[in-house]
């Protein structure tokens, strides 16, 4: 009898770790991959652990740190680690997309958010208007100049087009584009350069200021180059004489535009938290098999230094 019974103590001790184990299995494992670790992917990594959270999902999060052999690696060991989708920026719209399209093939759903791939099994692409971001900006820079004496805007250009030229082109032409249209006057290209990191971009723009004292204005396509762009400004001695406008939206550079330099003008942000607490959303709700939208377009938010209430209220202040 006392055989029997740690026989039968034996076999539910089995049923419970397997039962456990079962249990752990059939939850939904989601991989998030960023690009880079500044900020806005800083701000993006935070909003998909918070939809990981409220949503009682595993969530790991790789960054590839544009480096496309390791976001090759990272796609994948994820699907080799068993998870059920990839929330993915990928960093290039065609080079990406035979690793990713591996992942699909092995039954892993792809939600792409930030960057586009040239390919249609993504079940989701989450991302503000590439071309709405610059075009806003625009938009402001266009009235801070209507105040300006001159006909000719002198303007540098820090970009990424060696990273993403899709989107970088996209925000670019859409700045220059409104801001000649609306301003009413002649744009001037003194230069056009890669900047995407503050260091680079730091870098880049204090040599354009070198070369370029009497240019009017940086305009910067995303937060390191605005960032940089600041900052050389200011090393070069330039504040109230060279003003910065830029795209995406972050604390440090909220902080710019409440600064009394007079330097940051105004930015276009992305709202990263929203778009990664959604990218995650949006692929536990495809595997769930819920329907999803194939395009989310998540709306910009302009800051500027002309409306400190509203910058205050991005702040939280």
């Known amino acids: 009898m006392k055989r029997f019974l740690i026989m039968m103590l034996l076999i539910l001790i089995a049923m419970s770790a397997w039962s456990a184990a079962t249990a752990e299995d059939d939850g939904i494992r989601i991989a998030g991959i960023i690009f880079q670790n500044d900020q806005f992917f800083q701000v993006i990594q ?111 250009v820090l970009a990424f087009d060696s990273l993403l030229p899709e989107i970088s082109d996209a925000r670019v032409s859409g700045f220059l584009d409104e801001l000649e249209a609306q301003s009413g006057k002649a744009i001037e290209i003194v230069s056009r350069q890669d900047g995407w990191l503050a260091e680079m971009g730091l870098q880049t723009a204090g040599d354009i200021l070198t070369a370029n004292p009497d240019i009017d204005m940086i305009y910067a396509a995303n937060e390191g180059g605005t960032v940089g762009a600041v900052q050389a400004v200011r090393n070069a001695g330039l504040a109230g004489e060279v003003v910065v406008f830029g795209i995406d939206a972050t604390e440090q550079l909220a902080q710019f535009l409440l600064d009394g330099d007079d330097v940051l003008q105004a930015v276009t942000g992305q709202q990263p938290f929203r778009i990664g607490y959604d990218s995650v959303a949006t692929a536990v709700a495809y595997v769930n098999g819920e329907s999803v939208d194939e395009t989310v377009i998540v709306p910009g938010v302009l800051l500027e230094r002309a409306n400190p209430d509203g910058v205050n209220e991005f702040l939280g202040n």
């Open 46 to 156: 935070d909003g998909m652990e918070a939809a990981a959270e409220d949503l009682g999902v595993d969530l790991v999060i790789g960054n590839s740190d544009n480096d496309p052999q390791k976001e090759i690696e990272l796609v994948n060991n994820y699907v080799v680690s068993g998870v059920d989708a990839i929330a993915i920026s990928p960093l290039s719209e065609t080079a990406s997309v035979q690793a990713l399209q591996d992942a699909n093939e092995e039954g892993v759903a792809v939600v792409l958010y930030n960057s586009p791939l040239a390919a249609d099994f993504p079940v989701s692409y989450l991302n503000s208007s590439q071309t709405q971001l610059g075009l806003s900006t625009g938009a402001a820079a266009a009235d801070y100049f209507a105040a300006v004496d001159g006909d000719t805007i002198r303007v540098a």
